[in-house]
């Protein structure tokens, strides 16, 4: 993390953003030693277990930041993980123990065209982004939701075409598909990708290998693993990490 320091917070708010999204605002007076500026920065959310165990953590992204408030928006499945299970139950005045801010991830502003690809965990990191682009950016983002409804009003440049793509169980296995059918414009791209482990190992393949996407403009992660716990999802992202080495990331 870039800011090793922790912050108590209380829950001010809780607002149904979409049918399978849940927007939790926290405030505190420990924000006033908050970093400023850090939407798109992810925190963690720490979870204490029993004695001698260590706490579990979950990282979400800052969709919002104000004054004395910052927002964080939670993702809705079927089979909710601690922290997800914990923003469903939050009520205004119940507190959490957060670790951060972790650096942020922007896409490359020093490209002639953008490319943004996320499933509904990526959705507040990529409305940051498309928040951020210059206003005569062009380009275009492939957003896999889980239905209609879940389908935002975003801030984004007139010049950049918004795609969404509805899937009941939204792994980003639809995003490629459609990526495919986008026109492949002039100039140089740059990338900004995130979405369930195996989905971001396909697109890797299509934007490195097929597209021959430079290292500088471009960022791809996974946020989750399909059958996995978040410890298990990172087990097999180090793993990936180390048979990746040395390649052109």
Not at 172 to 199: D, N, R, V
Not at 216 to 235: A, T
Request: aromatic share 8%.
């Amino acid at each position: 993390m870039a800011d090793k320091r922790t912050y108590e917070l209380t829950v001010v708010r809780r607002v149904k953003v979409s049918e399978h999204m849940l927007r939790i605002t926290l405030g505190g007076n420990t924000l006033e030693s908050f970093p400023s500026n850090q939407e798109s920065a992810y925190i963690k959310f720490v979870f204490p277990q029993g004695a001698g165990e260590r706490p579990l953590m979950r990282s979400y992204t800052i969709r919002h930041q104000r004054e004395t408030e910052i927002d964080i928006d939670f993702a809705l499945h079927d089979h909710q993980g601690p922290a997800s299970n914990w923003a469903v139950n939050a009520q205004p005045g119940d507190r959490i123990l957060i670790g951060g801010p972790g650096p942020k991830k922007l896409i490359n502003h020093q490209a002639d065209w953008f490319l943004l690809a996320g499933d509904m965990t990526a959705l507040p990191a990529i409305s940051v982004n498309l928040a951020e682009l210059p206003s005569t950016a062009s380009g275009f983002a492939v957003i896999e939701v889980a239905s209609e409804s879940d389908i935002q009003d975003l801030v984004h440049p007139e010049n950049l075409q918004l795609h969404w793509v509805i899937n009941p169980t939204p792994t980003g296995a639809l995003l490629l598909p459609k990526i495919q059918t986008l026109p492949w414009m002039k100039g140089q791209p740059a990338i900004w990708a995130a979405c369930e482990f195996g989905s971001m190992r396909t697109l890797r393949k299509f934007f490195k290998q097929e597209k021959e996407i430079s290292k500088n403009h471009i960022y791809i992660s996974s946020y989750w693993k399909l059958g996995q716990s978040d410890e298990g999802h990172k087990i097999a992202k180090k793993r990936d990490n180390e048979q990746t080495a040395g390649m052109d990331k």
